[in-house]
């Protein structure tokens, strides 16, 4: 949980669906924020808070499906996943240097998604 303290920019959105896959990049200082502050997640869209909750981070056992469709192979390449008692909710994850890759549940059918997010700021405000 200590990694992902700070303050993460959407950057990209990657979505598959029948007609193909569609990405949408995200310019620098779009206001799509995700706020890790201790165990409080905030979730801001166009600078405006719309979501906020106590969250924890869940390691995915490779062996154990735990209310995801991912594969093994896929469970290895996002080990993780945020729970949030009251807010947000979100799908598996992991950190690739300063980036934030956070996925939907189920990876390669119709509808599944992927949000990249940058580290814009590290530790509380």
């Known amino acids: 949980e200590s990694r992902l303290e700070g303050y993460w920019e959407l950057r990209s959105v990657s979505q598959v669906t029948i007609a193909g896959l569609t990405r949408v990049n995200y310019p620098v200082g779009n206001g799509h924020i995700l706020r890790f502050n201790g165990s409080a997640i905030a979730v801001y869209a166009d600078g405006e808070l719309k979501d906020r909750g106590i969250y924890s981070v869940e390691r ?10 991912l594969t093994p192979e896929q469970r290895q390449q996002f080990p993780y996943r945020i729970v949030s008692d009251s807010g947000p909710e979100f799908g598996p994850f992991r950190l690739q240097g300063d980036s934030l890759v ?3 549940s189920c990876i390669g059918i119709d509808n599944a998604w992927q949000r990249v997010y940058k580290r814009i700021r590290v530790g509380r405000p």
């Open 60 to 69: 995915l056992d490779s062996t154990q499906k735990q209310q995801s469709c």
């Open 102 to 104: 956070v996925s939907s």
